[in-house]
């Protein structure tokens, strides 16, 4: 019984010392976008940075893209970040109303805004193609058909294309934060960079959101 208990322990330290490690080689990963940015993300430089030997890479992750389609899964807005309030908005049963729509957008651009990694992952997911980065994209569609599912029937005899509007939202806000952050320059004569352009935007998005929303009163 005294060496079963003996083999338990060490079965019991063994894992968690491996899920100690690959939680330092997930976050090792977005030490390593912060220094290098995507072009520097190789097994190597992970390993360094978490002080592992670069083999740990392909036995407890299969490959370095799963790695990191791990990590970036963890910062994802829509998959980790807006969870709470997606999760939220799929209990409405007679529709979303127009201020959780807004709402959800205008944290989905102070998101983008305060957290320089994620802008580097948006940016890497223009500028790339990998199969872990459409995989994200692609999670990221399903997430939104749920959504929509509650959605769409509120705009379904108006002539508002509800995905239209929010497409072009999402990517602006993409857009919108990508340029001022990365060369700080204005656009529309609106500075992002001071807490006037930001309220700037987070207002623009609800009056369009409001006059989308208005559109499906009868």
Request: hydrophobic residues 40%; charged residues 30%; proline residues 0%.
């Amino acid at each position: 019984m005294e060496d079963e208990s003996k083999s338990r322990k060490r079965t019991s330290g063994k894992l968690r010392d491996k899920e100690r490690t690959k939680v330092k080689m997930i976050q090792a990963v977005g030490k390593v976008l912060l220094k290098k940015g995507y072009t520097g993300l190789n097994a190597s430089s992970i390993a360094k940075e978490a002080g592992i030997d670069k083999s740990l890479v392909w036995t407890y992750f299969g490959s370095l893209d799963n790695l990191v389609e791990e990590y970036i899964a963890q910062r994802d807005f829509w998959k980790y970040k807006a969870t709470d309030s997606i999760n939220n908005m799929l209990t409405f049963k007679d529709g979303i109303k127009e201020e959780y729509m807004s709402g959800l957008l205008q944290f989905q651009f102070q998101s983008l805004l305060d957290d320089e990694i994620l802008q580097r992952i948006m940016l890497w997911g223009i500028s790339e193609k990998k199969d872990f980065l459409r995989n994200i994209s692609d999670e990221r569609e399903l997430i939104g058909e749920e959504v929509f599912k509650i959605v769409d029937p509120q705009f379904k005899n108006s002539d508002i294309d509800i995905r239209g509007i929010l497409a072009i939202l999402v990517a602006g806000i993409y857009y919108l934060v990508l340029h001022g952050k990365t060369n700080g320059s204005l656009f529309c004569g609106i500075d992002l960079n001071t807490a006037e352009g930001e309220d700037r935007i987070k207002e623009s998005i609800s009056q369009i959101i409001s006059m989308a929303f208005k559109k499906t009163i009868a």
